[in-house]
Protein backbone atom coordinates (compact mmCIF):
# COMPACT_ATOMS: atom_id res chain seq x y z
CA UNK A 1 0.00 0.00 0.00
CA UNK A 2 1.52 3.78 -0.83
CA UNK A 3 1.40 6.52 1.55
CA UNK A 4 -1.64 8.15 -0.65
CA UNK A 5 -3.41 5.25 -0.04
CA UNK A 6 -3.06 4.93 3.35
CA UNK A 7 -3.65 8.81 3.58
CA UNK A 8 -6.88 8.14 1.81
CA UNK A 9 -7.84 5.55 4.44
CA UNK A 10 -6.77 7.27 7.51
CA UNK A 11 -8.78 10.71 6.50
CA UNK A 12 -12.06 7.95 5.79
CA UNK A 13 -11.55 6.51 9.08
CA UNK A 14 -10.94 3.24 7.41
CA UNK A 15 -7.28 2.25 8.24
CA UNK A 16 -6.99 -0.47 10.74
CA UNK A 17 -4.48 1.25 13.96
CA UNK A 18 -2.48 -0.70 16.59
CA UNK A 19 -1.21 0.46 19.96
CA UNK A 20 1.62 -1.47 21.62
CA UNK A 21 1.92 -0.40 24.77
CA UNK A 22 -1.14 0.36 27.22
CA UNK A 23 0.28 2.63 29.70
CA UNK A 24 -0.10 5.74 30.69
CA UNK A 25 0.60 6.89 27.00
CA UNK A 26 -0.76 4.55 25.33
CA UNK A 27 -4.01 3.59 26.32
CA UNK A 28 -5.55 7.18 26.25
CA UNK A 29 -4.03 7.20 22.77
CA UNK A 30 -5.93 3.84 21.63
CA UNK A 31 -8.80 5.32 23.24
CA UNK A 32 -8.56 8.77 21.79
CA UNK A 33 -8.59 6.61 18.43
CA UNK A 34 -11.00 4.51 18.68
CA UNK A 35 -13.47 7.30 19.65
CA UNK A 36 -13.02 8.96 16.49
CA UNK A 37 -14.27 5.90 14.70
CA UNK A 38 -11.12 4.02 13.99
CA UNK A 39 -10.73 -0.29 14.25
CA UNK A 40 -8.04 -0.15 17.06
CA UNK A 41 -5.90 -2.99 18.83
CA UNK A 42 -4.00 -2.43 21.67
CA UNK A 43 -1.14 -4.78 22.49
CA UNK A 44 0.10 -5.19 26.15
CA UNK A 45 2.23 -7.87 27.52
CA UNK A 46 0.67 -7.79 30.67
CA UNK A 47 -2.49 -10.22 31.08
CA UNK A 48 -3.93 -8.97 33.94
CA UNK A 49 -3.82 -5.58 32.56
CA UNK A 50 -5.33 -6.50 29.11
CA UNK A 51 -8.02 -8.65 30.64
CA UNK A 52 -9.46 -5.25 32.85
CA UNK A 53 -9.24 -3.33 30.03
CA UNK A 54 -11.54 -5.73 27.71
CA UNK A 55 -13.55 -5.28 30.37
CA UNK A 56 -13.64 -1.51 30.15
CA UNK A 57 -12.09 -1.39 33.92
CA UNK A 58 -9.63 1.80 33.14
CA UNK A 59 -6.25 0.21 35.35
CA UNK A 60 -5.25 3.41 35.95
CA UNK A 61 -5.67 5.41 39.19
CA UNK A 62 -5.25 8.44 40.35
CA UNK A 63 -7.41 11.46 39.08
CA UNK A 64 -7.45 10.85 35.17
CA UNK A 65 -10.57 13.28 34.17
CA UNK A 66 -12.47 11.26 31.42
CA UNK A 67 -10.05 8.38 30.74
CA UNK A 68 -12.77 5.75 32.66
CA UNK A 69 -15.56 6.95 30.81
CA UNK A 70 -14.05 6.94 27.60
CA UNK A 71 -12.75 3.40 28.21
CA UNK A 72 -15.95 2.09 29.09
CA UNK A 73 -17.24 3.57 26.10
CA UNK A 74 -14.70 2.58 23.77
CA UNK A 75 -14.44 -0.86 24.48
CA UNK A 76 -18.71 -1.15 24.85
CA UNK A 77 -18.74 -0.02 21.16
CA UNK A 78 -16.01 -2.40 20.69
CA UNK A 79 -13.78 0.14 19.09
CA UNK A 80 -11.10 -1.17 20.92
CA UNK A 81 -9.73 -4.46 21.53
CA UNK A 82 -6.71 -5.07 23.99
CA UNK A 83 -4.58 -8.66 23.33
CA UNK A 84 -1.08 -10.40 24.14
CA UNK A 85 -0.64 -11.37 20.79
CA UNK A 86 1.66 -9.59 18.57
CA UNK A 87 0.28 -12.00 15.59
CA UNK A 88 -3.20 -10.20 15.57
CA UNK A 89 -1.06 -7.40 13.70
CA UNK A 90 -0.85 -8.72 10.97
CA UNK A 91 -3.75 -6.96 9.17
CA UNK A 92 -2.87 -3.22 10.99
CA UNK A 93 -2.18 -0.69 8.51
CA UNK A 94 -0.37 1.68 11.47
CA UNK A 95 1.21 0.63 14.09
CA UNK A 96 2.06 2.74 17.50
CA UNK A 97 5.01 1.96 19.73
CA UNK A 98 4.29 3.20 23.57
CA UNK A 99 6.87 0.92 25.43
CA UNK A 100 9.36 2.69 28.40
CA UNK A 101 12.68 3.76 27.52
CA UNK A 102 14.63 4.34 30.39
CA UNK A 103 18.05 4.36 31.24
CA UNK A 104 20.41 2.58 33.68
CA UNK A 105 22.73 3.59 36.67
CA UNK A 106 25.20 4.77 33.74
CA UNK A 107 22.49 7.09 32.76
CA UNK A 108 22.60 4.17 29.35
CA UNK A 109 19.13 4.40 27.82
CA UNK A 110 17.56 0.88 28.23
CA UNK A 111 15.78 -0.25 24.95
CA UNK A 112 14.80 -3.56 26.11
CA UNK A 113 11.29 -2.71 25.65
CA UNK A 114 11.33 -1.02 22.64
CA UNK A 115 13.69 -3.91 20.76
CA UNK A 116 11.15 -6.48 22.11
CA UNK A 117 8.57 -4.65 20.32
CA UNK A 118 9.90 -4.22 17.07
CA UNK A 119 11.07 -7.86 17.37
CA UNK A 120 8.00 -9.19 17.91
CA UNK A 121 6.41 -6.94 15.60
CA UNK A 122 8.66 -7.57 12.99
CA UNK A 123 7.68 -10.74 11.36
CA UNK A 124 3.75 -10.28 11.22
CA UNK A 125 4.22 -6.75 10.07
CA UNK A 126 1.65 -6.32 6.75
CA UNK A 127 3.78 -4.65 3.75
CA UNK A 128 2.93 -1.12 3.50
CA UNK A 129 2.12 -0.91 7.43
CA UNK A 130 3.50 2.56 8.54
CA UNK A 131 5.30 2.26 12.21
CA UNK A 132 5.39 5.21 14.79
CA UNK A 133 7.40 5.51 17.47
CA UNK A 134 5.98 7.48 19.94
CA UNK A 135 8.30 6.81 23.22
CA UNK A 136 10.49 9.26 23.84
CA UNK A 137 14.39 7.98 22.82
CA UNK A 138 17.72 9.80 22.56
CA UNK A 139 18.70 11.63 18.89
CA UNK A 140 19.36 9.25 16.31
CA UNK A 141 18.03 6.37 17.86
CA UNK A 142 15.44 5.90 15.10
CA UNK A 143 18.48 5.58 12.05
CA UNK A 144 20.78 3.61 14.87
CA UNK A 145 18.51 1.01 16.35
CA UNK A 146 14.70 1.63 15.32
CA UNK A 147 15.52 1.24 11.58
CA UNK A 148 18.04 -1.45 11.10
CA UNK A 149 16.13 -3.73 13.94
CA UNK A 150 12.97 -3.39 12.44
CA UNK A 151 14.25 -4.09 9.02
CA UNK A 152 15.95 -7.20 10.17
CA UNK A 153 13.45 -8.52 12.20
CA UNK A 154 10.86 -7.99 9.12
CA UNK A 155 12.61 -8.58 6.07
CA UNK A 156 11.22 -5.78 4.33
CA UNK A 157 13.17 -2.59 3.55
CA UNK A 158 11.81 0.92 4.93
CA UNK A 159 10.03 3.39 2.42
CA UNK A 160 9.49 0.64 -0.20
CA UNK A 161 8.07 -2.17 2.39
CA UNK A 162 6.77 -0.21 5.34
CA UNK A 163 7.13 3.44 6.76
CA UNK A 164 8.56 5.13 10.07
CA UNK A 165 8.41 8.10 11.47
CA UNK A 166 8.48 9.05 15.28
CA UNK A 167 6.16 11.74 17.04
CA UNK A 168 7.24 12.24 20.96
CA UNK A 169 3.94 11.92 23.51
CA UNK A 170 3.78 15.06 25.44
CA UNK A 171 1.36 14.06 28.77
CA UNK A 172 1.37 14.20 32.21
CA UNK A 173 -0.41 12.09 34.44
CA UNK A 174 -3.70 13.70 35.53
CA UNK A 175 -3.85 15.79 32.53
CA UNK A 176 -3.17 12.49 29.73
CA UNK A 177 -6.41 12.98 27.32
CA UNK A 178 -6.25 16.95 27.93
CA UNK A 179 -2.79 17.01 26.82
CA UNK A 180 -3.21 14.62 23.77
CA UNK A 181 -5.90 16.70 22.39
CA UNK A 182 -4.54 20.31 23.25
CA UNK A 183 -0.78 20.47 23.12
CA UNK A 184 0.88 20.52 19.70
CA UNK A 185 3.27 17.64 18.57
CA UNK A 186 6.43 17.14 16.77
CA UNK A 187 5.44 14.75 13.46
CA UNK A 188 8.78 13.05 12.13
CA UNK A 189 8.77 11.05 9.70
CA UNK A 190 11.81 8.88 7.13
CA UNK A 191 10.27 11.09 4.43
CA UNK A 192 8.59 13.99 3.78
CA UNK A 193 5.93 12.31 2.61
CA UNK A 194 5.91 9.75 5.47
CA UNK A 195 5.63 12.80 7.73
CA UNK A 196 2.30 13.98 5.77
CA UNK A 197 0.94 10.68 6.10
CA UNK A 198 1.43 10.46 9.94
CA UNK A 199 -0.33 14.21 10.01
CA UNK A 200 -3.50 12.40 8.26
CA UNK A 201 -3.57 10.31 11.36
CA UNK A 202 -2.83 13.14 13.97
CA UNK A 203 -5.23 15.79 13.69
CA UNK A 204 -8.52 13.45 13.77
CA UNK A 205 -7.22 13.59 17.81
CA UNK A 206 -4.67 16.64 18.22
CA UNK A 207 -6.45 20.44 18.46
CA UNK A 208 -3.04 21.93 18.09
CA UNK A 209 -0.46 22.39 15.90
CA UNK A 210 1.05 19.07 14.04
CA UNK A 211 4.78 20.48 13.12
CA UNK A 212 6.90 18.72 9.91
CA UNK A 213 10.00 18.00 11.14
CA UNK A 214 11.93 15.06 10.50
CA UNK A 215 12.83 12.22 13.28
CA UNK A 216 16.05 13.96 14.34
CA UNK A 217 14.56 16.93 15.05
CA UNK A 218 11.65 15.14 16.41
CA UNK A 219 14.42 13.18 18.94
CA UNK A 220 15.81 16.54 19.60
CA UNK A 221 13.10 18.70 20.60
CA UNK A 222 11.27 16.11 22.80
CA UNK A 223 14.62 15.55 25.21
CA UNK A 224 15.41 19.25 25.01
CA UNK A 225 12.15 20.30 26.24
CA UNK A 226 12.21 18.22 29.31
CA UNK A 227 16.18 18.94 30.11
CA UNK A 228 15.11 22.31 30.00
CA UNK A 229 12.16 21.34 32.37
CA UNK A 230 14.86 20.25 34.83
CA UNK A 231 17.35 22.45 34.60
CA UNK A 232 14.90 25.28 35.40
CA UNK A 233 13.65 23.23 38.75
CA UNK A 234 17.46 22.84 39.48
CA UNK A 235 17.67 26.19 39.26
CA UNK A 236 14.89 27.52 41.34
CA UNK A 237 15.87 24.49 44.01
CA UNK A 238 19.14 26.19 44.98
CA UNK A 239 17.09 29.24 45.22
CA UNK A 240 15.54 27.27 47.73
CA UNK A 241 18.44 26.38 49.59
CA UNK A 242 19.57 29.25 49.46
CA UNK A 243 16.44 31.04 50.72
CA UNK A 244 16.62 28.45 53.50
CA UNK A 245 19.77 29.51 54.46
CA UNK A 246 19.48 33.43 54.25
CA UNK A 247 16.16 33.21 55.97
CA UNK A 248 14.57 34.00 52.97
CA UNK A 249 10.78 32.29 51.03
CA UNK A 250 11.32 30.74 48.05
CA UNK A 251 7.87 30.53 47.32
CA UNK A 252 7.44 34.77 47.52
CA UNK A 253 10.88 35.01 45.56
CA UNK A 254 9.40 33.04 42.91
CA UNK A 255 6.05 34.63 43.14
CA UNK A 256 8.11 38.14 42.72
CA UNK A 257 10.58 37.08 40.11
CA UNK A 258 7.57 35.85 37.80
CA UNK A 259 5.93 39.54 37.95
CA UNK A 260 8.83 40.57 36.00
CA UNK A 261 8.54 40.19 32.39
CA UNK A 262 9.78 37.27 30.21
CA UNK A 263 10.73 35.24 33.54
CA UNK A 264 9.50 32.31 34.18
CA UNK A 265 10.77 30.47 37.66
CA UNK A 266 9.72 26.85 38.13
CA UNK A 267 8.76 25.24 41.01
CA UNK A 268 11.02 24.01 44.01
CA UNK A 269 10.05 21.11 45.34
CA UNK A 270 10.87 17.87 46.79
CA UNK A 271 12.51 15.97 44.33
CA UNK A 272 11.99 15.46 40.09
CA UNK A 273 10.14 11.96 40.05
CA UNK A 274 7.85 10.90 36.86
CA UNK A 275 9.25 8.64 33.67
CA UNK A 276 10.28 12.13 31.77
CA UNK A 277 12.02 14.06 33.44
CA UNK A 278 14.99 12.32 35.67
CA UNK A 279 15.71 10.40 31.93
CA UNK A 280 14.58 12.60 29.44
CA UNK A 281 18.34 14.52 30.18
CA UNK A 282 20.38 11.78 29.93
CA UNK A 283 19.00 10.45 26.59
CA UNK A 284 19.49 13.99 24.89
CA UNK A 285 23.39 13.91 26.66
CA UNK A 286 23.66 10.04 25.13
CA UNK A 287 22.89 11.16 21.66
CA UNK A 288 26.64 12.78 21.86
CA UNK A 289 28.26 10.25 23.96
CA UNK A 290 32.03 9.32 22.43
CA UNK A 291 31.87 12.86 20.39
CA UNK A 292 34.01 14.56 22.76
CA UNK A 293 31.71 16.94 23.45
CA UNK A 294 31.70 18.23 27.23
CA UNK A 295 28.17 18.81 28.73
CA UNK A 296 28.07 20.70 32.29
CA UNK A 297 24.60 22.35 32.60
CA UNK A 298 22.77 18.64 32.24
CA UNK A 299 24.71 16.72 34.67
CA UNK A 300 24.79 19.41 37.17
CA UNK A 301 20.56 19.95 37.06
CA UNK A 302 20.13 16.21 37.28
CA UNK A 303 22.58 16.45 40.62
CA UNK A 304 20.88 18.86 42.11
CA UNK A 305 17.18 17.72 41.28
CA UNK A 306 18.37 14.21 42.85
CA UNK A 307 20.02 15.54 45.98
CA UNK A 308 16.52 16.90 46.86
CA UNK A 309 15.09 13.87 48.85
CA UNK A 310 18.28 13.52 50.74
CA UNK A 311 18.12 17.35 51.89
CA UNK A 312 14.65 16.62 53.16
CA UNK A 313 15.90 14.13 54.95
CA UNK A 314 18.53 17.13 56.55
CA UNK A 315 15.69 19.10 57.13
CA UNK A 316 14.35 16.17 59.12
CA UNK A 317 17.22 15.71 61.40
CA UNK A 318 18.03 19.01 62.23
CA UNK A 319 14.59 19.14 63.41
CA UNK A 320 14.71 15.94 64.89
CA UNK A 321 17.90 17.26 66.88
CA UNK A 322 16.34 20.38 68.08
CA UNK A 323 13.72 18.69 69.68
CA UNK A 324 16.00 16.25 71.52
CA UNK A 325 15.16 13.29 69.45
CA UNK A 326 17.55 11.01 66.31
CA UNK A 327 16.85 9.92 63.51
CA UNK A 328 17.20 6.23 64.79
CA UNK A 329 14.23 4.86 65.51
CA UNK A 330 12.40 7.41 65.06
CA UNK A 331 8.77 6.83 63.71
CA UNK A 332 8.21 8.85 60.07
CA UNK A 333 4.89 9.23 58.36
CA UNK A 334 6.09 10.39 54.51
CA UNK A 335 2.92 11.12 52.80
CA UNK A 336 2.61 10.76 49.19
CA UNK A 337 4.59 8.32 47.39
CA UNK A 338 3.65 9.20 43.95
CA UNK A 339 5.83 11.24 42.10
CA UNK A 340 3.05 13.52 41.27
CA UNK A 341 -0.33 15.00 43.43
CA UNK A 342 -3.30 13.10 42.56
CA UNK A 343 -1.99 10.18 40.77
CA UNK A 344 -0.83 6.54 41.53
CA UNK A 345 2.68 6.97 39.22
CA UNK A 346 4.76 5.65 41.44
CA UNK A 347 7.96 5.98 38.48
CA UNK A 348 10.89 7.43 40.13
CA UNK A 349 9.58 9.44 42.80
CA UNK A 350 11.34 10.84 44.84
CA UNK A 351 9.47 9.13 47.89
CA UNK A 352 11.49 5.91 47.22
CA UNK A 353 14.98 7.42 47.56
CA UNK A 354 13.78 9.50 50.65
CA UNK A 355 12.71 6.22 52.38
CA UNK A 356 15.40 4.23 51.26
CA UNK A 357 17.48 7.09 53.24
CA UNK A 358 15.32 7.04 56.03
CA UNK A 359 15.54 3.50 56.72
CA UNK A 360 19.29 3.53 56.27
CA UNK A 361 19.42 6.02 59.17
CA UNK A 362 17.66 3.27 61.41
CA UNK A 363 13.91 5.47 61.11
CA UNK A 364 10.66 3.54 61.38
CA UNK A 365 9.08 4.58 58.07
CA UNK A 366 5.10 4.46 57.17
CA UNK A 367 4.02 5.36 54.46
CA UNK A 368 0.71 6.89 53.24
CA UNK A 369 -0.73 7.86 49.65
CA UNK A 370 -4.81 8.13 49.20
CA UNK A 371 -3.94 6.64 45.50
CA UNK A 372 -0.98 4.19 45.84
CA UNK A 373 -2.49 0.35 46.38
CA UNK A 374 -0.93 -0.52 50.25
CA UNK A 375 -0.55 2.72 51.39
CA UNK A 376 -3.97 4.13 51.17
CA UNK A 377 -4.77 3.93 55.07
CA UNK A 378 -6.27 6.66 57.27
CA UNK A 379 -3.01 9.55 57.80
CA UNK A 380 -4.11 10.19 61.66
CA UNK A 381 -4.07 6.36 62.55
CA UNK A 382 -1.43 6.68 61.02
CA UNK A 383 0.48 9.28 62.12
CA UNK A 384 0.05 7.93 66.19
CA UNK A 385 3.21 8.22 68.26
CA UNK A 386 4.75 9.52 65.41
CA UNK A 387 7.62 11.96 65.63
CA UNK A 388 7.47 13.57 62.20
CA UNK A 389 5.33 13.97 59.14
CA UNK A 390 6.99 14.72 55.66
CA UNK A 391 5.19 15.69 53.30
CA UNK A 392 6.36 14.96 49.42
CA UNK A 393 3.15 15.47 47.28
CA UNK A 394 0.35 17.84 47.17
CA UNK A 395 -2.20 15.63 46.69
CA UNK A 396 -5.28 17.63 47.13
CA UNK A 397 -6.45 15.69 50.26
CA UNK A 398 -3.75 16.70 51.91
CA UNK A 399 -4.71 20.49 51.57
CA UNK A 400 -8.17 19.88 53.18
CA UNK A 401 -7.02 17.99 55.97
CA UNK A 402 -7.66 18.83 59.06
CA UNK A 403 -3.39 19.07 60.78
CA UNK A 404 -5.01 19.06 64.22
CA UNK A 405 -5.83 15.57 63.89
CA UNK A 406 -2.86 14.81 62.94
CA UNK A 407 -0.54 16.86 65.60
CA UNK A 408 -3.34 15.49 68.52
CA UNK A 409 -2.01 11.98 68.06
CA UNK A 410 2.30 12.35 67.26
CA UNK A 411 4.79 12.18 69.82
CA UNK A 412 7.02 14.78 68.28
CA UNK A 413 4.84 16.99 66.60
CA UNK A 414 7.22 17.92 63.54
CA UNK A 415 5.84 18.40 60.32
CA UNK A 416 8.67 18.70 57.06
CA UNK A 417 6.99 20.04 54.15
CA UNK A 418 8.62 19.42 50.60
CA UNK A 419 5.63 21.22 48.91
CA UNK A 420 4.91 23.92 50.24
CA UNK A 421 0.98 22.04 50.81
CA UNK A 422 0.96 24.23 54.28
CA UNK A 423 1.93 27.57 55.91
CA UNK A 424 3.95 27.86 58.67
CA UNK A 425 0.98 29.57 60.26
CA UNK A 426 -2.07 26.37 59.88
CA UNK A 427 0.65 24.05 61.54
CA UNK A 428 1.21 26.05 64.03
CA UNK A 429 -2.39 26.94 64.72
CA UNK A 430 -2.78 22.99 64.86
CA UNK A 431 0.46 22.70 67.29
CA UNK A 432 2.79 21.64 64.90
CA UNK A 433 6.25 23.15 64.86
CA UNK A 434 6.66 23.89 60.53
CA UNK A 435 9.86 23.35 58.95
CA UNK A 436 9.25 24.09 54.64
CA UNK A 437 11.79 23.22 52.07
CA UNK A 438 13.28 26.97 51.21
CA UNK A 439 11.76 28.41 53.86
CA UNK A 440 14.42 30.07 56.58
Not at 26 to 37: C, K, S
Not at 114 to 121: E, N, Q, T, V
Not at 409 to 422: A, C, Q
Amino acid sequence: MSLGELSRKLEQKEARLAVIGLGYVGLPVAALLAETGFDVLGVEIRGERVEKINRGICPIEGVEPGLADLLTKVITSHKLLATSDYADLKDRDVILIDVETPVDEHNTPRYEALRASLKSLGPVMKVGALVIIESTVAPQTMKDVVLPLLEQSSGKKVNTDFYLGHCPERVMPGKLLKNLRTLSRVVGGMTPETTETMIALYHHIVHADLDAVDCITAELVKTAENAYRDVQIAFANEVALICETVGGDVWKVRELVNKSPFRQMHLPGAGVGGHCIPKDPWLLAYGVKNNNVTLRIIPAARAVNDFMPLHMVELLEKALIASERTISGARVVVSGYAYLEDSDDMRNSPSIVLVKRLRELGAKVVIHDPYVAGYKGDLPALARNADAVIVMVAHSGYKTMKLSEVSAVMRTPLLIDGRSVYTREQAEQAGLKYIGLGKG
